[in-house]
T-cell receptor
Framework: DAGVIQSPRHEVTEMGQEVTLRCKPI?????LFWYRQTMMRGLELLIY????????DSGMPEDRFSAKMPNASFSTLKIQPSEPRDSAVYFC?????????????FGPGTRLTVL | AQSVTQPDIHITVSEGASLELRCNYS??????LFWYVQSPGQGLQLLLK??????LVQGIKGFEAEFKRSQSSFNLRKPSVHWSDAAEYFC?????????????FGKGTSLLVTP
């Protein structure tokens, strides 16, 4: 298996622009997670899906952030409008089952820079 | 709420020396504990996990960790470090929340290996 695939790997944009990050989970995995990593706050869970349904979005920082999972093989994280403080590495992870029984497999991340 | 503390931000060890990375958790019930490793420019990879049973857990790449309930610790160890072990190491605690499951990561410990 190719593992979790994320695109783009790097994104540089200007403040106010819309940014869309993409993720393809491992086939057969029912859980998908979006994380954000910064020096100041470390690794934070933003949202996770089970069978394409958002289960917990309490980590989404504000309304500028939205995530969708239209099918089992694709998810997006959108920021609109983007701000410099959104600069971070965004990770997508997938898991075959509930967290406490199964490993999460992480993608390589998308490094976002908002100027 | 559950939380994880990694007291050491940076650690430097000589190649061939032993390694211990510290992790302390805060959680009322029996925690689910994980150690992940992140190589530069890569996503996180699971090293090992503890759910129950034997408190000494063996992982990949020669790593092990010991769960000590009395000290609320889950320290990661390796008897002899290789240069390829240089990376960022994250301890995480997983627990059931009202909306499902949450995985809380520590801020990480950066390991530098010198010749």
């Amino acid at each position: 298996d190719a593992g979790v695939i994320q695109s783009p790997r790097h994104e540089v944009t200007e403040m106010g622009q819309e940014v869309t990050l993409r993720c393809k989970p491992i086939s057969g995995h029912d859980y998908l997670f979006w994380y954000r990593q910064t020096m100041m706050r470390g690794l934070e869970l933003l949202i996770y899906f089970n069978n394409n349904v958002p289960i917990d979005d309490s980590g989404m920082p504000e309304d500028r952030f939205s995530a969708k999972m239209p099918n089992a093989s694709f998810s997006t994280l959108k920021i609109q409008p983007s701000e410099p403080r959104d600069s971070a590495v965004y990770f997508c992870a997938s898991s075959p089952g509930p967290l406490v029984n199964n490993e999460q497999f992480f993608g390589p991340g998308t490094r976002l820079t908002v100027l | 709420a559950q939380s994880v503390t990694q007291p050491d931000i940076h650690i430097t060890v000589s190649e061939g020396a032993s390694l211990e990375l510290r992790c302390n958790y805060s959680y009322g019930a029996t925690p689910y504990l994980f150690w992940y490793v992140q190589s530069p420019g890569q996503g996180l990879q699971l090293l090992l996990k503890y759910f129950s049973g034997d408190t000494l857990v063996q992982g990949i790449k020669g790593f092990e960790a010991e769960f000590k309930r009395s000290q609320s610790s889950f320290n990661l160890r390796k008897p002899s470090v290789h240069w390829s072990d240089a990376a960022e190491y994250f301890c995480a605690v997983g627990a059931r929340s009202n909306s499902g499951y949450a995985l809380n990561f520590g801020k990480g410990t950066s390991l530098l290996v010198t010749p």
